[in-house]
C-alpha cells in the first residue's frame, strides 16, 4: 500500500503536480490516464525517488526501494550487457543470487544476445522479466503495454491479474484504455496538475466517453 497525501512538483514557474491525495491499496490494480505532459511519469518518479517533490508518500521511497519494480517508459539499459546479465544484475542488485532465468524466459528472448541489439519492445519485455523476478511487493508500470505484440500484452495483463491476487500493489499507465479496461480496479484522471476522481469499474465508460469528447473537440472533428 502507497498512501500520498498532498504531494505537488514543480519545475520552476511550472507546477506539473497539486496535492496529489491518493491510496494505492494492496491486490489492487491502479489505472492513471492523461494526456502527454499531464504529470503521468513525474508522479511516478517522485513516488520512486528520482525526482524531489513536496507532501508526503508512505512508505516512502527509501523505504519503498528494496520492493518497488519501477518499469520505465523506456527502460535504459547498459550497453555491451547481454539479456541474461540484465536480469543477473537487477537481481544481484535485491541480493538474489540463483534465478532460474531461462525457466522465467515468459517471452522467449534471445538472453546471449546483446541488449543493443533489441527492438524497443524486446527491451521493454527484458525489463519486465526483471522486475518479475525481483519478487517485489509493488509494480510502477509506465506505458507497459507500448510497444508490445498482442501475444505480449496478453502475458502482461495475465502477470498484472497474478500480482493482483498474490497482495501485490499494482498501479499502470496507459494510454491504451482497452488494456485498463481488463486490469484496473480503479482509473485515475491525471488532469490540471490533479486527480479530478476516481473511477470505478462501473464509470469506466464515462471517463473514456469524456477522454474521447476532450480529444475530438480538441481536434475541432
Known sequence: MIRINNLSKSFGTEQVLKGIDVTFGSGEVHGIVGKNGSGKSTLF?????????????TPGPKQLKQRLGYLQTEPYTLPL????????????????????????NLFD???????TAYSTGM???LALNA???QDNEVFILDEPFNGLDLESSVVLQELILRWKNRGKTVVVSSHIF???YEICDVIYHLSASKFDKPYLPEDFSTLENKLRSEILEKGRL
Open 81 to 104: 550487457i547481454t539479456g541474461r546479465e540484465y536480469i543477473q544484475l537487477l537481481c544481484s542488485s535485491r541480493r538474489i543470487p540463483q534465478v532460474d532465468i531461462e525457466g522465467n
Open 123 to 125: 527491451r521493454k519485455k
Open 178 to 180: 482497452s488494456a485498463l
Open 109 to 115: 528472448l534471445p538472453l546471449d544476445k546483446y541488449v
Open 131 to 133: 522486475i518479475l523476478l
Open 45 to 57: 518518479r517522485c513516488l520512486c525517488g528520482l525526482e524531489s517533490y513536496e507532501g508526503e508518500v
